[in-house]
């Protein structure tokens, strides 16, 4: 299975921006539908976003203009730009890779509080 470490997290005011990484540890990462989900204390893990091997994305209505996936297959990573953020963002966000072939993973995951 794939290996995926996420960084980028922190601590940033509302109205602030992020931007998240995710690096895989396969060269076949291209092959992967990735999305970036989150949870937050007390709540269920939910999907923020989704990108297919193709490039097709789809996003949850409360991030819609505000966050933005991407990947570059060449560099094996996935990220999610997020502006506009509020403090209902605030959440642990993962990474998560899935091949009808492969499997999924998960990686450990990134913390982001939205915070004044």
């Known amino acids: 299975q794939v290996q995926l470490v996420e960084s980028g997290g922190g601590l940033v005011q509302p109205g602030g921006s992020l931007r998240l990484s995710c690096a895989a540890s396969?060269?076949?990462?291209?092959?992967?539908?990735m999305g970036w989900h989150r949870q937050a204390p007390g709540k269920q893990r939910e999907l923020v976003a989704f990108i297919s091997s193709g490039g097709s994305t789809n996003y949850a209505d409360f991030v819609k203009g505000r966050f933005t996936i991407s990947r570059d297959n060449a560099k094996n990573a996935l990220y999610l730009q997020m502006n506009s953020l509020k403090p209902e963002d605030t959440a642990v966000y993962y990474c998560?890779?899935?091949?009808?072939?492969?499997?999924?993973?998960w990686g450990q995951g990134t913390q982001v509080t939205v915070s004044s």
């Open positions: 396969e060269n076949i990462f291209r092959f992967y539908n």
């Open positions: 998560h890779a899935a091949s009808a072939t492969k499997g999924s993973s």
